[in-house]
């Protein structure tokens, strides 16, 4: 199976074009829900005297936030283009009451068959 030269780690985690399967999609969400379950864990950890680390494991959690927010809404862009909506329904993750469900819909959403306007399809030669 042959893979477009842009089709690699960045492309997966943070580019916003082209089409992917469920799979790759439960395993990106679930990956950044743990980097950024990381900065929450060690907060929870330090209890009172929270002092000395706050500052450090402020700026972690922020930027993990960031990098978060973009990898997902990028996975969510690239999932809806595989089942051929467009990607703009990814702004469905920034209101709370809609974010879960649409994760959880999408991981369970099955692939359109053969390319569409998004290009081929995720198990297709030349996606």
Excluded: C, Y
Excluded at 8 to 28: E, H, N, Q, V, Y
Excluded at 60 to 89: E, N, Q
Excluded at 107 to 115: D, E, H, N, R
Excluded at 120 to 127: F, V
Aim: aromatic letters at 14%; a positive charge.
């Amino acid at each position: 199976m042959r893979r477009p030269p842009d089709a690699d780690l960045r492309w997966l985690l943070f580019g916003m074009s082209g089409r992917i399967g469920r799979k790759a999609f439960i395993l990106t969400v679930l990956f950044w829900f743990s980097i950024l379950a990381m900065p929450l864990a060690m907060a929870g950890r330090m209890g009172a005297n929270a002092h000395e680390g706050a500052a450090l494991i402020g700026f972690s959690l922020i930027i993990a936030a960031f990098f978060t927010t973009w990898s997902v809404l990028a996975a969510t862009v690239k999932r809806l283009h595989d089942i051929g909506f467009p990607g703009g329904w990814a702004i469905a993750l920034f209101f709370p009451p809609a974010a879960l469900p649409a994760i959880f819909t999408l991981s369970l959403w099955p692939t359109q068959k053969g390319p569409n306007r998004f290009g081929a399809g995720p198990e297709q030669p030349g996606h």
